[in-house]
């Protein structure tokens, strides 16, 4: 897979996503070893002059937290209402930490409705470009408190994808709680394999995420997949690596094999 990742060094635009378990806790405290290392990689990338954007999960679960429950509730409106509690505190940590570096921390929370109606879409469009132009980093989560189904991306890994595509990225990197997709579950048989590139999602890949209960984060591999599937269609690479070391966005991007690559369709790793 040489020519591909040799490629990400020239990446100018990196679509970041985090999931809940990367940045939290089992109890939903924010995993702070975690966040500060993600911030310094972030704030390193914004001073080689790349556009950057980070997708992150995670403010259910810090809602939960701060209200100390230990468990998600079931209904919808208590959820929404975590999250407006928890997407608060998340961007004030993020905000803090950029700041320290002297970066410059933006709030984006999209509902479906960007990719349903065009005039939505431009502007998104056009308030990313802006911040970039600002040399601003973009922190983005869906608007969970006007969603009005069960999370209507369904999930954060969807949203990255759509995110990547909006604003053209050059590479999508999914930071999870698993090293990459495997041939079976890791946690079950000792042997199973990491797959380290994947040229299309054929069935025979579709079968592994679905057999496999491969990823244990909130939204598993068949979201990852489906992610995958929506930026290599769009000419966009894919990278799902383990979030525990945020510094494997710089190994990914300087050029090393990390995690599972998803190759645009077309193109020759
Ligand atoms: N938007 C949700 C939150 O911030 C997370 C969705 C997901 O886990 O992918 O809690």
Not at 4 to 12: L, M
């Amino acid at each position: 897979m040489g020519d591909i990742v040799e490629e990400f060094k020239k990446a100018e635009t990196i679509v970041i996503k985090v999931g809940t378990s990367t940045i939290t806790h089992n109890n939903g405290t924010i995993n702070f070893y975690v966040v500060e290392k993600l911030v310094r990689v972030l704030s390193d990338l914004k001073n080689e002059n790349k556009n950057v954007v980070l997708v992150t999960s995670g403010a259910i679960g810090v809602g939960c937290s701060r209200m100390r429950l230990n468990k998600k509730p079931d209904s919808l409106p208590e959820k929404q209402a975590l999250a407006a509690i928890g997407q608060v505190n998340l961007m004030h940590v993020y905000s803090k930490l950029l700041n320290e570096y002297g970066q410059i921390a933006s709030q984006v929370l999209l509902t479906k409705d960007v990719i349903e109606d065009e005039q939505r879409k431009i502007n998104a469009v056009n308030t990313f470009n802006t911040l970039f132009r600002y040399g601003s980093i973009p922190i983005v989560n869906e608007n969970d408190t006007v969603a009005t189904e069960e999370i209507e991306f369904g999930d954060n890994d969807t949203l990255s994808a759509i995110v990547a595509v909006l604003i053209n990225a050059d590479l999508l990197i999914l930071l999870s709680d698993i090293d990459g997709l495997y041939d079976k579950n890791p946690k079950h048989y000792p042997d199973a394999k990491l797959i380290p590139v994947v040229r299309g999602i054929t069935n025979e890949i579709e079968k592994i995420s679905q057999n496999t209960d491969n990823s244990f984060g909130t939204g598993g591999m068949i979201t990852k997949l489906a992610a995958a599937r929506i930026c290599n269609s769009h000419g966009i690479p894919m990278v799902i690596a383990n979030g525990d070391n945020p510094y494997n966005i710089c190994r990914i991007i300087d050029g090393e094999p990390v995690g599972t690559v998803f190759v645009p369709n077309g193109e020759e790793d």
